[in-house]
T-cell receptor, first 111, second 112 residues
Framework: EAGVAQSPRYKIIEKRQSVAFWCNPI?????LYWYQQILGQGPKLLIQ????????DSQLPKDRFSAERLKGVDSTLKIQPAKLEDSAVYLC?????????FGPGTRLTVL | DAKTTQPNSMESNEEEPVHLPCNHS???????IHWYRQLPSQGPEYVIH???SNVNNRMASLAIAEDRKSSTLILHRATLRDAAVYYC?????????????FGTGTRLTVIP
């Protein structure tokens, strides 16, 4: 069974630039999550989708972050414009039931 | 969200058992206890979960206190590959509420 795929694996940008991350969940998983993990901390949920609808985006900084899940499969997370404090690993996860399966993450560095 | 308390770090010798403690004194009756681990440069991976009874799987065992205010993840024989950050997480049993709230976890070092 293929795991959760994410791209790119690494991204370096300057502050005020825009960036987008892509996630392909495990086939058949209706629920998709985006997490932000700052160095030394545990992952923090940004947004949860059930199929293509948003279940929880209470922790998403909506002035600069946006996410979509068209057709209830792949998802993109965008940051526009980026700030220095956005430097982190962005993790995508998917689930069918209770267990969440995580991708390898995208490491973002904002200079 | 119900919180958990874990030691920041622990060490274990290779091939010896490891007991990773977690306190969750504010757990509610419908909260499940989940454990995930994160190996270096990887996303977290599921280890085990339970509600009231002790649980075993191929990776580990989960011992849950009778009052459910604490639990212990048991790795029966630590290997170098088990070096990771281990997260103890409470997840509500409400339908559709599958969010995981990670703390800072316990960093396990396995000594050869």
């Amino acid at each position: 069974e293929a795991g959760v795929a994410q791209s790119p694996r690494y991204k370096i940008i300057e502050k005020r630039q825009s960036v987008a991350f892509w996630c392909n969940p495990i086939s058949g998983h209706a629920t998709l999550y985006w997490y932000q993990q700052i160095l030394g901390q545990g992952p923090k949920l940004l947004i949860q989708f059930q199929n293509n609808g948003v279940v929880d985006d209470s922790q998403l900084p909506k002035d600069r972050f946006s996410a979509e899940r068209l057709k209830g499969v792949d998802s993109t997370l965008k940051i526009q414009p980026a700030k220095l404090e956005d430097s982190a690993v962005y993790l995508c996860a998917s689930s069918l039931a209770r267990e969440q399966f995580f991708g390898p993450g995208t490491r973002l560095t904002v200079l | 969200d119900a919180k958990t308390t874990q030691p920041n770090s622990m060490e274990s010798n290779e091939e010896e058992p490891v007991h990773l403690p977690c306190n969750h004194s504010t757990i509610s009756g419908t909260d499940y206890i989940h454990w995930y681990r994160q190996l270096p440069s990887q996303g977290p991976e599921y280890v085990i979960h339970g509600l009231t009874s002790n649980v075993n799987n191929r990776m580990a065992s989960l011992a849950i206190a009778e009052d459910r205010k604490s639990s212990t993840l048991i790795l029966h024989r630590a290997t170098l590959r088990d070096a990771a950050v281990y997260y103890c997480i409470l997840r509500t049993g409400q339908t559709g509420a599958n969010n995981l709230f990670f703390g800072t976890g316990t960093r396990l070092t396995v000594i050869p």
